[in-house]
């Protein structure tokens, strides 16, 4: 199995909008390191026979799979409904038209629901030929077992401020962004992980978003072998994260390879 990082940034990428020059706040991120840029957070999830599973649909999700390759999906995973991970829904009429059918959506019932509400055009049957908007067939799903493409998934709960958001795991690789605390069923879930992404906002307590502490003391709690974190914002500068980051814990990059 192969997973891509498409982006690893948070809600409002890095650099931000603005800074002094108007060409973007880095924060404390050094401007001339490559992987301090992150566009917001997606993966791409390829099984050993090649089917793709595309998680969340950001901003800059044609930009993202230009940037890796990746020229056909094969089914789509909503982590959450938040903007910076649905907003680029409707460049899906591309990845329709690269499989000559409609793809199918997993999520929650309630996540769907409130993506159909904003995009209500790519949720109507599909009149073919062609493709003139996206067009998907919703495959509602709930904490536990889930078959997609082929692949067997779990999914869990996780606490995302006021929100909750669905964590994954497929054998020994899970995936767990925009998340600030997991209970003890999410905790189940886990164990046995080998490999986990895992958001972290900033390197002190945020009322949404885990901390590198934190996510340290859950990847020691858990035994997971290499942590990988995502959904960055402009706190957490590639060469500090290099050298403060406990061992078995390191920053993702846009484009970053996964093979399991």
Same mark, same amino acid.
């Given at each position: 199995?192969?997973?891509?990082?498409?982006? +690893?940034?948070?809600?409002?990428?890095?650099?931000?909008?603005?800074?002094? *020059?108007?060409?973007?706040?880095?924060?404390? +991120? *050094?401007?001339?390191?490559?992987?301090?840029?992150?566009?917001?957070?997606?993966?791409?999830?390829?099984?050993?026979?090649?089917?793709?599973?595309?998680?969340?649909?950001?901003?800059?999700? /044609?930009?993202?799979?230009?940037? +890796?390759?990746?020229?056909?999906?094969?089914?789509?995973?909503?982590?959450?409904?938040?903007?910076?991970?649905? =907003?680029?829904?409707?460049?899906?009429?591309?990845?329709?038209?690269?499989?000559?059918?409609?793809? *199918?959506?997993?999520?929650?019932?309630?996540?769907?629901?409130?993506?159909?509400?904003?995009?209500?055009?790519?949720?109507?049957?599909?009149?073919?030929?062609?493709?003139?908007?996206?067009?998907?067939?919703?495959?509602?799903?709930?904490?536990?077992?889930?078959?997609?493409?082929?692949?067997?998934?779990?999914?869990?709960?996780?606490?995302?401020?006021?929100?909750?958001?669905?964590? %994954? /795991?497929?054998?020994?690789?899970?995936?767990?962004?925009?998340?600030?605390?997991?209970?003890?069923?999410?905790?189940? =879930?886990? /164990?046995?992980?080998?490999?986990?992404?895992?958001? +972290?906002?900033?390197?002190?307590?945020?009322?949404?978003?885990?901390?590198?502490?934190?996510?340290?003391?859950?990847?020691?709690?858990?035994?997971?072998?290499?942590?990988?974190?995502?959904?960055?914002?402009?706190? %957490?500068?590639?060469?500090?994260?290099?050298?403060?980051?406990?061992?078995?814990?390191?920053?993702?990059?846009?484009?970053?390879?996964?093979?399991?």
């Amino acid at each position: 199995m192969r997973v891509l990082i498409l982006g +690893c940034g948070g809600s409002a990428g890095v650099p931000m909008l603005g800074g002094p *020059d108007g060409h973007g706040d880095y924060g404390v +991120c *050094d401007p001339d390191e490559p992987r301090n840029r992150r566009t917001r957070s997606s993966i791409v999830i390829e099984s050993d026979e090649g089917r793709r599973v595309l998680v969340d649909t950001g901003p800059e999700m /044609r930009q993202q799979l230009l940037a +890796c390759g990746i020229g056909r999906i094969d089914a789509l995973f909503y982590t959450h409904a938040h903007a910076d991970h649905v =907003a680029g829904l409707d460049d899906i009429r591309g990845l329709n038209r690269l499989v000559g059918r409609p793809l *199918d959506v997993f999520g929650t019932r309630a996540v769907l629901g409130e993506i159909e509400g904003r995009f209500a055009y790519a949720f109507r049957p599909w009149s073919p030929p062609g493709f003139y908007r996206p067009v998907l067939v919703p495959r509602p799903v709930t904490p536990g077992r889930a078959d997609i493409e082929g692949m067997r998934f779990a999914l869990f709960e996780q606490v995302h401020g006021r929100s909750i958001t669905l964590g %994954l /795991r497929i054998g020994g690789f899970a995936y767990s962004t925009d998340v600030m605390e997991l209970d003890e069923p999410a905790l189940q =879930a886990l /164990r046995g992980v080998d490999t986990w992404v895992v958001g +972290c906002f900033q390197r002190a307590p945020h009322p949404a978003h885990a901390h590198p502490t934190l996510v340290a003391q859950w990847a020691w709690r858990l035994g997971i072998r290499r942590t990988i974190l995502t959904h960055m914002g402009t706190d %957490l500068d590639w060469g500090w994260m290099a050298s403060n980051l406990q061992p078995g814990v390191e920053a993702a990059f846009d484009g970053m390879q996964i093979r399991l």
